[in-house]
């Protein structure tokens, strides 16, 4: 069972803002950090912003300021609001959890399909 359901990605151009959404199968209060991350062409998957379930938040240098993380438990859901959007951000954007805060992997190696995230410039 794929464990996240990523959506909300698109096209956009320059300067505009997405807000991506992911829905987790189970509980996501059993991970105590969660976090988003993204791929694009040709390079390797990175994470971009984490959350713990507390609500402490921690961001790449080339997204803060510009992107927000946020989780919902009661929904199962996390979310991504992403506002100042560059062409460099353009991706397919994957929500997993994290291994711990400052972590860069997931503790389980299981992807969603992920949600493409496209800005034009």
């Known amino acids: 069972q794929v464990p996240f359901a990523e959506s909300g990605g698109g096209l956009v151009q320059a300067g505009g803002s997405l807000r991506l959404s992911c829905a987790a199968s189970?509980?996501?209060?059993?991970?105590?950090?969660m976090g988003w991350y993204r791929q694009a062409p040709g390079k390797q998957r990175e994470l971009v912003a984490r959350?713990?379930?507390?609500?402490?938040?921690n961001y790449a240098d080339s997204v803060k300021g510009r992107f927000t993380i946020s989780r919902d438990n009661a929904k199962n859901t996390l979310y991504l609001q992403m506002n100042s959007l560059k062409p460099e951000d353009t991706a397919v954007y994957y929500c997993?959890?994290?291994?711990?805060?400052?972590?860069?992997?997931?503790?389980?190696?299981?992807w969603g399909q992920g949600t493409q995230v496209t800005v034009s410039s």
């Open positions: 997993n959890s994290v291994n711990y805060f400052y972590g860069t992997r997931p503790l389980v190696d299981s």
């Open positions: 189970g509980s996501i209060v059993r991970f105590n950090v």
């Open positions: 959350i713990t379930s507390g609500g402490a938040t």
